[in-house]
């Protein structure tokens, strides 16, 4: 049986270069004090009015990301954190950490200069710099398919590369709709049709866990200022704002194993909305790297969230 949110929940807004983080700092549901892992899972069953309310109409809209703060469990962490949007819970977000970042020195709960975070998937390490920009250092990342291909009613075929990130993406370089701004509604056609395409074909990561995300790629719109632009559809429909830090570590992934970027070489990755993250990764065992993905983030409201239990949309609509 799910447990209704609490009558008062407090929340932070920011967003990452245009994309979304809503964090909730006080009033979040109790989920007991395990690994972060079992503690998304039990959201995910047990809470899912509470991810609605937080996320949809009226309160939100399909772009928000939540970001439920909780105790870390592993013992050097400073806090804990479980994303979450329109659909359901999310491994990992990296612009979601650079929003929490600049969050927890909003509520002056940030001790230093970096900060150690527990997330379901493993921990990661944020630095700030003086200018207020955040560097997340992300969890292990690796490509495990290349060259796999799809087809599409409309599009033929389309030919992309699985790789993790934080979150499962399937990556597509310069196939599809032109990756503007414009576009909008045939990118998410497109990236729609590629994800169904996938399911229909039984690609999966690795382990069978569904390929949630799907990321297009181009040429970016000033060659001097961004080595390349994309389009991230998130799963529940909605598309990234932000050039997506966990797709962009899944992207160097891929540009490591193919040669194409060395070590510690900087990689800037332009949005939808020409907006840049940097990254650079360093080498792990394999084929394995440890992505740092740097962006800023901009608190733009708090909040007080009521719930009245006669409201007929006080989970979302």
């Known amino acids: ?30 989920l007991g004090t395990g690994p972060l892992s079992d503690r998304a899972a039990k959201f995910s069953a047990e809470h899912e009015d509470f991810r609605r309310a937080v996320c949809l109409e009226p309160r939100g809209h399909d772009g928000v990301v939540g970001a439920l703060l909780v105790e870390p469990h592993a013992a050097d962490c400073d806090a804990g954190i479980i994303f979450f949007n329109n659909r359901d819970t999310l ?35 944020a630095e700030v710099d003086p200018q207020g920009r955040v560097s997340v250092t992300n969890v292990p990342c690796f490509r495990t398919h290349h060259g796999v291909s799809v087809e599409l009613t409309d599009h033929g075929t389309i030919t992309g590369d699985v790789a993790w990130g934080g979150n499962w993406f399937f990556l597509v370089d310069g196939q599809g709709p ?15 049709s590629v994800r169904e ?27 001097n200022t961004a080595d390349s632009r994309n389009f991230v559809l998130c799963p529940g429909g909605a598309y990234d704002r932000s050039p997506c830090g966990t797709g962009l570590s899944a992207k160097l992934a891929c540009l490591a194993a193919d040669g194409k970027l060395q070590p510690g070489q900087i990689w800037r990755q332009a949005s939808i909305l020409n907006q840049n ?27 007080t969230f009521l719930f009245d239990p006669e409201d007929p949309f006080q989970f979302g609509v």
């Open 1 to 30: 049986m799910q447990e209704a949110p609490s009558t008062s929940v407090k929340v932070i807004d920011s967003h990452t270069i245009g994309e979304p983080t809503r964090v909730i700092f006080s009033g979040g549901p109790e």
């Open 91 to 125: 491994g990992m977000c990296i612009h979601g950490t650079i929003g929490l970042v600049a969050t927890l020195r909003y509520l002056g709960r940030l001790n230093g200069s970096s900060c150690r975070i527990d997330t379901p998937v493993g921990p990661v390490t």
């Open 178 to 192: 032109t990756i503007d701004s414009t576009n909008i509604h045939e990118l998410t056609h497109f990236c729609e």
């Open 197 to 223: 395409a996938l399911i229909e074909a039984g690609v999966t990561a690795f382990d069978g866990h569904e390929i949630d995300h799907i990321e297009l790629f181009g040429p970016p719109t000033d060659s």
């Open 277 to 303: 993250f940097e990254a650079s990764y360093r080498q792990l065992e394999g084929e394995k790297i440890l992505p740092t993905v740097t962006g800023k983030a901009w608190i733009t409201g708090e909040a």
